[in-house]
């Protein structure tokens, strides 16, 4: 268990609360974002820009990532989570060790000028993945704050950390997009019951642990409503990490791919967990923080050539 105060307790044993959060949301103040972005980040717990990327940038990506959901090797990895029934990859994580494409991306200077204006200081990539939503496979992600997890599980002390989900494929509202309660960045929800030992193990294909009471939800839900940013490929999300979050199943033929980077502020850097007896795996919770140097990803998207560029 962490040695530092733990201002977000969790995993009760009973009467979980709703705790008002102590911790800002907006650190820096200068950057891309404009005055107007920023307090709607700020109010909201989010951000949308749609059409971020260029469509060369996009296409790219995608056969990146189709290079990747059929490497073998990849699939046999530890990193890689498959659907609980049909055996489809549902995620790849630590897609920035496997991919120099996707490390372009997740070091992108104009997505970290953001992230930066964001958290105020520099940034480590925490934890990414891609989230893979085939037709008419794809199983959904149940309503959930990913801070509680990080904090529970993976001894994260603070609420500095931003998720940046980048559409590989459109986001329409029909295929399972992100859904998202604006405002419920600012209550942190206690989550009942006591972390299983290694609930990583099913909790990626299915979380149980961690998750909020329906109680919880209509409450939230009441508050401050629903929210589903849908966008052509290429459009990016911006998210705090307390904000709850969730997406259906996708039973349209049209796919759902993202890509997921989450980047904590460098002065955030992970305690010992504050709810689980041990820790999760380095490539769901990065231990071992280095600042990314900015990079531009359109000259990484000039340089890739038709071969796979996994290791």
């Not at 049909?86 to 494409?101: L, P, Y």
């Not at 919880?216 to 508050?223: C, F, G, H, S, V």
């Not at 980047?263 to 689980?276: D, Q």
Request: hydrophobic letters at 35%; aromatic letters at 10%.
């Amino acid at each position: 268990m962490s040695a530092i105060d733990d201002r977000y307790p969790s995993r009760v044993d009973r009467d979980a609360q709703i705790l008002p959060r102590t911790d800002p949301v907006v650190y820096g103040k200068h950057g891309p974002l404009t005055p107007r972005q920023l307090d709607e980040y700020d109010r909201n717990g989010y951000c949308f820009v749609e059409s971020f990327l260029s469509e060369e940038e996009v296409s790219v990506l995608r056969g990146e990532l189709d290079s990747l959901r059929t490497a073998e090797r990849v699939r046999q990895s530890e990193i890689s989570i498959t659907e609980p029934s049909s055996g489809a990859i549902r995620s790849i994580f630590a897609v920035e060790t496997v991919s120099d494409i996707f490390a372009g991306l997740a070091a992108d200077q104009r997505i970290l000028a953001m992230v930066r204006q964001i958290l105020g200081s520099d940034v480590y990539i925490h934890q990414s993945r891609l989230n893979l939503k085939p037709g008419f496979a794809g199983k959904e992600f149940y309503w959930h704050s990913d801070f509680e997890t990080w904090h529970a599980e993976d001894g994260m002390p603070a609420m500095r950390a931003v998720s940046c989900s980048v559409a590989l494929t459109d986001n329409l509202e029909f295929n399972g997009p992100l859904m998202l309660m604006p405002g419920s960045h600012r209550h942190f929800v206690q989550c009942v019951g006591k972390t299983p030992e290694k609930h990583f193990q099913t909790s990626l294909k299915r979380q149980e642990y961690g998750v909020p009471s329906c109680e919880q939800l209509e409450w939230l839900t009441t508050q401050c409503g629903i929210a589903v940013p849908k966008g052509p490929a290429g459009s990016v999300i911006f998210f705090d990490c307390n904000v709850m979050h969730g997406s259906n199943s996708n039973i349209t033929p049209y796919p759902r791919s993202n890509a997921f980077f989450v980047y904590n502020s460098i002065k955030n850097t992970l305690a010992e967990p504050f709810s689980a007896a041990t820790q999760r795996p380095w490539y769901l919770a990065n231990r071992t923080p280095e600042a990314i140097t900015p990079r531009d990803f359109g000259l990484v998207c000039g340089d890739q050539t038709r071969t796979p560029h996994y290791v």
